[in-house]
């Protein structure tokens, strides 16, 4: 279900958060030079808090549905201090709510990474932002901290070009108010503003149509692009490996070439789709019938800005409903986002709050993390380790074996089913150890912690300091490979098998 309202909810949300940035000056306000501001502020603190609220269609909804949907409705986030130094450097100290527990964290990051620390975890969590692919993993002979100032130099001018050609919605006002920002009386002005669904879809023709008239604003667009982009492509070309004739042989031999093609083949684009939008968009709606509930009255935002005489955002209450087209598969009829926020200290001098890592890190990277490892981080009565091991069930594993494969599958012998004990271990997350010259392996279960010993040609082993008997004993193969009784070996870590009849698949399951 959540896959099919994601689709639903993506155009409009896009569409109207472009609109936000289409505000031209009202009631002697710059409104459009406020949200450029707003896009500036380097340093500042907030407080803001969101929820989220499905209506389910109740005819269609079942009880597991509805069930479902309930929970996600007592979802909500609430950030009750978040300090921002600059564009790399911030913390944030709040809490998630659900179902009426509420998780408090603690998060603070660098250019380098992020630290999390939440309740119940004996150590924070750290994430590299090179595991994020940040533009310090970019393999490129490029300066990226040049690159990531020229982005934030061009995203304002990339709004400012949008805000141009958009024109306010029918329903936009601006008062004079009086308004409380982090307990301080501000004398701020008011940014009222409402549109649905349909006049959104009404705009989107007159906004191609500007657009495809401001030769010289598009070019200059395109100019500024082309400095920021190119020299990060023509980098890329000139690694080794890279070269590709084919490919520089149609790069454009300068800015203006390339500026006067791309503008052409742009131009080309937008004169062709308004020349037929009108029946191309009936013919839309009439194959996707569905479209006219998303884009239909019901749909609806409703913004208040609050802009000081600076003309920044200082506070914000907005209300998002994309009305959904109910069905057996996705029965809702709207999804509302609430949001607001208060912003102070603007510009000013910001000192974040580091979250408190004496004690130790746990980091997160790729591939080299078991879940183990994540849960005996936390508190098994805390809420994170229930969550993180009933809902998001990241212990759970599949796998399955081809018969007779010795390399990565089972053999049977005497009537009973071997498998590679390093590689079923390690499909689990257990660690293998075995000293050289010595038949004594200890596998060590990654969920519990157990030690599972056995030792080559014989059935005597221990699980968990429990002397148990194997059907047969480990032995070694003659590819050099141990193997060990697969029943014994999968259930000892925790899983089930099972084995399909007709082509003598083994399927092994962890919960």
């Known amino acids: 279900m959540s896959r099919k309202l994601s689709q639903w909810m993506a155009v409009p949300l896009v569409l109207l958060l472009v609109i936000l940035t289409g505000c031209q000056a009202v009631g002697g306000v710059n409104v459009s030079q406020a949200m450029v501001n707003n896009t500036n502020v380097k340093s500042g603190e907030t407080k803001q808090s969101m929820h989220i609220n499905i209506e389910p269609d109740k005819q269609l909804a079942t009880d597991e549905d509805l069930e479902m949907i309930k929970r996600i409705n007592s979802i909500s986030l609430n950030i009750d201090h978040a300090k921002m130094k600059d564009a790399n450097t911030a913390s944030v100290k709040g809490s998630v709510s659900i179902e009426g527990t509420k998780l408090p964290f603690h998060l603070s990051m660098d250019k380098s990474g992020m630290t999390i620390d939440v309740d119940g975890a004996q150590k924070p969590v750290y994430i590299s932002l090179d595991t994020l692919g940040g533009a310090e993993t970019m393999l490129l002979p490029i300066d990226t901290k040049e690159l990531e100032k020229q982005l934030q130099e061009l995203s304002p001018k990339v709004f400012t070009f949008v805000m141009k050609h958009l024109s306010n919605p029918k329903n936009i006002s601006v008062t004079p108010v009086q308004e409380a920002v982090n307990g301080e009386i501000l004398s701020l002005n008011k940014l009222h503003m409402e549109i649905n669904g349909e006049e959104l879809l009404a705009m989107f023709k007159p906004f191609l149509t500007?657009?495809?008239?401001?030769?010289?604003?598009?070019?200059?667009?395109?100019?500024?692009?082309?400095?920021?982009?190119?020299?990060?492509?023509?980098?890329?070309?000139?690694?080794?490996?890279?070269?590709?004739?084919?490919?520089?042989?149609?790069?454009?031999?300068?800015?203006?070439?390339?500026?006067?093609?791309?503008?052409?083949?742009?131009?080309?684009?937008?004169?062709?789709?308004?020349?037929?939008?009108?029946?191309?968009?009936?013919?839309?709606?009439?194959?996707?019938?569905?479209?006219?509930?998303?884009?239909?009255?019901?749909?609806?935002?409703?913004?208040?800005?609050?802009?000081?005489?600076?003309?920044?955002?200082?506070?914000?209450?907005?209300?998002?409903?994309?009305?959904?087209?109910?069905?057996?598969?996705?029965?809702?009829?709207?999804?509302?986002?609430s949001a607001d926020s208060e912003l102070w200290n603007v510009g000013g001098a910001v000192t974040v709050d580091q979250v408190d890592a004496s004690r130790g890190v746990m980091e997160l990277t790729e591939g080299e993390v078991t879940p183990g490892q994540v849960l005996r981080n936390f508190d098994p009565n805390s809420f994170v380790y229930q969550f993180l091991k009933n809902e998001m069930k990241i212990t759970t594993k599949s796998i399955f074996l081809y018969p007779e494969d010795e390399e990565f599958g089972a053999i049977t012998v005497k009537n009973t089913t071997f498998v590679p004990i390093r590689y079923l271990s390690e499909q689990l997350d257990a660690e293998v150890k075995w000293t050289k010259g010595s038949k004594q392996i200890v596998v060590i279960d990654d969920i519990t912690g157990n030690e599972i010993v056995l030792t080559v040609d014989s059935p005597k082993a221990t699980v968990a300091g429990q002397e148990v008997t194997m059907v047969e004993s480990a032995f070694v193969g003659k590819n050099g490979k141990t193997y060990v009784p697969l029943r014994f070996m999968a259930e000892s870590l925790g899983a089930t098998i099972e084995k399909e009849q007709d082509t003598g698949w083994i399927f092994i399951d962890r919960p």
């Open 210 to 337: 500007s657009i495809s008239k401001d030769e010289q604003g598009l070019k200059q667009l395109i100019g500024d692009l082309y400095d920021v982009l190119y020299p990060v492509f023509e980098s890329y070309m000139g690694l080794e490996g890279m070269e590709n004739e084919g490919i520089t042989s149609i790069l454009p031999n300068s800015k203006e070439e390339a500026v006067t093609s791309i503008y052409a083949m742009i131009k080309e684009g937008l004169d062709s789709i308004l020349a037929n939008y009108d029946q191309e968009l009936s013919n839309l709606l009439k194959d996707t019938p569905e479209l006219k509930t998303v884009f239909g009255s019901e749909t609806k935002l409703n913004m208040d800005f609050f802009i000081d005489s600076k003309l920044d955002i200082r506070k914000q209450k907005m209300s998002l409903k994309v009305a959904v087209p109910a069905s057996e598969d996705l029965p809702v009829r709207s999804v509302t986002v």
